[in-house]
């Protein structure tokens, strides 16, 4: 990733751009095909030598203040012919810069794909391995119902599913380039020059441009890579929790060697997750960066240009390496089961307060009779569990209460409440989402 936003590679594809325009000129009749060969012969020694070129380019741009102006005069004197004057004939800065931005996004967006294709089956696999195995869900925090395992990665998995579709997306919507001039009104060059070099170039021509492509294209590459990496985060707090102490149901993997504090050897922290939490919130600040890149002065200033400068290749290869490390730290994600059922243990099975209210309604009582008596008893079962009595166990109190336990046959009320009773569609949802 690092290498797509290097200066060589940047100039690599200013002089590509270049030389595309040319070849473009040649077919309509503007240069000689001779002095393309020159033009060629001048950029391929550059070509070969990228570092002495960006060395050029700053010692010229010491002077003239002008990065372009700096290249093509870097690329002028390699030249060394009078075909040089046909080098960006017509063309203006952005016009170079723009369309090879355009190439680098697209080619950090695959890269960014690729690292997707990596990490969801990786989730994909760990989610088929706890299918079935039971954790307490949770809401504000709170025990709420059970669910598995399994789903909570299934639900991960989904998540960066739609991150892939995004990049996708915004991939697609970033391959834009433009040749047309000082205002974009294309008065110095045909668009057939244009086209040419944007579809040799995997890009369109943008249909419309000032002197610049407009940044809502490239705020929209911005805000995908911080909506990913929001994905990473919402994932890194996930599993930072459940790796606490009081909690312990899945928690990062610990090296061999490893150390977790410098006054404390017994600690094994959530390190790589909050890593993770920590790079996310760099991602959203660069996406407002990006966003207010948005609003240019008329039909171009150049308050943009030195943002991009940073955001762009910091970003790209945050969100490179988060992935990366997303991807091993599934791999290698430590689960445990026995403590997830020994939490689920903690609520008493107040989890089967919904299913004995649906039952009790089932069975014709209002909801707000049936609610009553299903909460009368679960605060008893709290009651009976902070004053350290035998009988705080949801079922049992549900079964000495005569207004609830008239309306169940024997055996209903255990047979409602179980696991499998929760379980039920946990095959159909990895069906659906083809895991």
């Not at 077919?27 to 095909?33: C, F, H, M, T």
């Not at 063309?91 to 697209?106: E, G, P, Y």
């Not at 391995?129 to 925090?141: A, M, N, Y």
């Not at 994932?235 to 929790?241: M, N």
Request: contains cysteine; proline residues 4%.
């Amino acid at each position: 990733m690092r290498a797509i936003w290097t200066d060589e590679n940047r100039l690599r594809l200013w002089l590509q751009i270049e030389q595309l325009a040319i070849e473009a000129l040649v077919k309509e009749g503007v240069v000689p095909a001779a002095d393309l060969e020159k033009i060629r012969a001048g950029c391929a020694a550059w070509a070969a030598d990228l570092p002495g070129l960006v060395a050029r380019q700053r010692e010229l741009e010491k002077t003239l203040n002008h990065d372009v102006i700096a290249f093509t005069t870097a690329v002028a004197e390699k030249i060394n012919d009078p075909a040089s004057r046909w080098f960006h004939y017509g063309l203006t800065s952005s016009d170079v810069i723009d369309t090879a931005f355009a190439v680098q996004m697209v080619r950090s967006a695959d890269l960014l794909l690729a690292d997707l294709r990596q990490l969801l089956p990786v989730i994909a696999r760990r989610a088929r391995e706890h299918k079935f195995t039971p954790c307490i869900g949770r809401s504000h925090g709170i025990h709420a119902e059970p669910t598995t395992f399994g789903l909570k990665l299934a639900l991960m998995h989904d998540e960066f599913r739609r991150a892939q579709e995004r990049l996708e997306r915004t991939r697609a919507v970033v391959a834009v380039g433009k040749l047309s001039g000082a205002v974009g009104t294309g008065a110095h060059l045909p668009p057939r020059v244009e086209a040419y070099v944007c579809r040799k170039l995997g890009l369109r021509p943008a249909p419309i441009a000032t002197q610049v492509v407009q940044r809502d294209l490239h705020a929209e590459f911005q805000t995908t890579l911080a909506l990913v990496g929001a994905s990473i985060e919402r994932w890194a707090v996930e599993f930072r929790h459940l790796q606490r102490t009081e909690v312990l149901e899945a928690e990062e993997p610990f090296a061999r060697g490893q150390k977790g504090s410098s006054a404390m050897p017994h600690k094994r922290n959530p390190i790589t997750w909050e890593r993770l939490t920590g790079l996310a919130r760099v991602l959203r600040g660069n996406a407002l960066a990006a966003l207010e890149n948005v609003a240019l002065w008329h039909e171009r200033d150049i308050s943009h240009s030195s943002v991009e400068r940073i955001i762009f290749p910091d970003s790209c290869t945050l969100l490179d390496y988060m992935l990366g490390l997303l991807t091993r730290l599934m791999d290698g994600l430590a689960v445990y089961p026995e403590n997830m059922k020994k939490n689920l243990r903690l609520s008493l099975g107040l989890w089967h307060s919904q299913t004995v209210l649906l039952a009790l309604i089932k069975k014709g009582l209002t909801r707000e009779a049936a609610y009553a008596l299903v909460q009368r008893n679960a605060m008893k079962t709290w009651e009976a569990k902070h004053a350290g009595r035998d009988d705080a166990d949801f079922l049992e109190m549900l079964r000495a209460d005569p207004e609830v336990a008239r309306h169940f046959a024997p055996g209903e009320l255990e047979r409602l409440c179980s696991l499998d009773f929760h379980f039920r569609q946990v095959n159909a949802r990895f069906k659906k989402l083809g895991l």
